[in-house]
């Protein structure tokens, strides 16, 4: 890393203005005052985000968004293509992906445009990936979007047109990875060990055999407090609602930096008059002071604490690739539709093209789900969780890395929500024989209403045929349009 009187003295003047920051309060960088912290009520009523993975990863567009790094480890499949497509890493390397980088049709209004349209109440695009190329304009470091490559202030551009549209920004930081993740371009002749791109690659340190260790190869002194000073520079410049870290925070170097980083965050919001949100992954954060992340996963039962999970339009990748395996706009419904009965929220991403274009497929699935969500909103938005998540016999997987391990759902799959005094039951299969059976709601049931005095179709006006039993409530819906999305009915 470039060194000079300058950055030491930045450096300094960067530590001062944290600590002062904190010093004011009200949270102080303990564990103890940060559990003070409160979720936000907005936050808890949005349920659905839009995530956005983009960068220089997007134009060599093979393999996923860590192409950067496994184009510096011998015998992969991104090691050969790069060689193959390139030539060798000392002559081609990352670095020389950024003048390809363009966006020259990056549009954030035609952005934000679909993601309103797609439902989604939050937009949450990654500030800096892994590859430690900055998508905004930073005083840290001259590898930025501002800078060169799309020479634009993506970050910023983008959080005027979320805001403008009246929803809710942040941003996402998956800088602590950058630690080891170019350690491959070590081993060989490849920029990597140019010294002059060190500021760039470096430190690129051994990485850990087991990336889920929470104490190998922790890093120094000297990239933590980098690290706390780009997290800290993203809050001032752009004053997110929603932070949002990547998993290697969880190294427990980074302890005294994340209780620092947030106290700083918290106490800004409080300057700003602004209810925000940091999300962590597995135990990086003490329960109660941030809201827990879940990748790819689920929870198999109600959680008590509001939680989010995050996950990807696509199966193969997070930012984009030639070859995208998509998944279907009904599955993402139904994982929306049992994550929001489990009290949390779906944090969904795409991955632009290069030139800053979403592609066709994605928006396709995005304006599908907005569709449903226009309809049934009412049973998301704003709600809560009832007595029981839902019934029936199709189990979720719990945990991270499940998105695709479930079996589809059947008609018996059925999920609840509550807001005030309707309980929405959300059929997550349209019956083929006409009726829906809801076993939670029969008169014997543990979790019998006392009385029901109304069932409708939601989007539909024809009166329904309902008995409730000692054993269920059944519903006739044989008059009803049969669709392939979750149905949702309106219990009063």
Known sequence: MRDNRSDVLKKKEMRQKIDEVISKGPFTDTWKSLLNYKIPQWYENAKFGIFIHWGVYSVPAFGNEWYPRNMYQQGTPEFKHHIKTYGSQNRFGY???????????????????????????????????????????SALSRWNAANMGPKKDIIGELAKAVRERGMVF??????????????????????????????????????????????DNPPDEEFLE?????????????????????????????????????AYYYNRAAEWNKEVVINYKNSAFEEGTAVLDVERGQFSDIQQRFWQTDTSLSKNSWGYINNHDYK??????????????????????????????????EQRILME?????????????????????GEGPTKVVEGAFTDTHGSMFVCDDIRFTIKEDTLYAII???????????????????????????????????????????????????????????????IK
């Not at 279907?328 to 139904?334: L, R």
């Not at 226009?374 to 709600?383: D, F, L, P």
């Not at 029901?452 to 819906?477: F, H, M, S, T, Y």
Request: net charge neutral; proline share 8%; with cysteine.
């Open 95 to 137: 670095k020389d992906f950024i003048p390809m980088f363009k966006a020259e049709k990056f549009d954030p209004k035609a952005w934000v445009d679909l993601f309103e349209k797609s439902g989604a109440r939050y937009v949450i695009p990654v500030a800096e990936h892994h590859d430690g190329f900055q998508m905004y304009d």
């Open 170 to 215: 942040g941003l996402s930081s998956h800088r602590a990875e950058h630690w080891w993740f170019f350690d491959g371009g070590l081993e060989f002749d490849s920029d990597v060990r140019d010294p002059y791109y060190m500021d760039f690659y470096g430190p690129a340190k051994a990485s850990p055999k087991d990336l889920g260790s929470i104490d």
């Open 226 to 262: 980098n690290w706390l000073h780009r997290a800290c520079e993203l809050v001032d410049k752009y004053q997110p609602q929603i932070v949002w870290f990547d998993w290697w925070i969880q190294n427990l170097a980074f302890k005294p930096y994340l209780k620092k980083f947030s």
């Open 328 to 361: 279907e706009s009904n599955d993402i419904i139904c994982a929306l539709v049992d994550i929001v009965s489990k009290n949390g929220s779906l944090l969904l991403n795409i991955g632009p093209k290069p030139d800053g274009t979403i592609p066709e497929p």
């Open 369 to 389: 789900i907005g569709r449903w969500l226009k309809v049934n909103g009412e049973a998301i938005y704003g709600t809560r969780p009832w007595k029981v998540y």
């Open 428 to 490: 997550l299969k349209w019956p083929e024989n006409g009726r829906v059976t809801i076993k939670s709601l029969g008169r014997k049931s543990p979790f019998a209403l006392p009385s029901i005095n109304k069932v409708e179709l939601v989007g539909c006006d024809i009166p329904l045929q309902w008995n409730c039993r000692e054993q269920a409530l059944i519903i006739d819906v044989t008059g009803c349009k049969p669709t392939k999305y979750p149905t949702t009915f309106r």
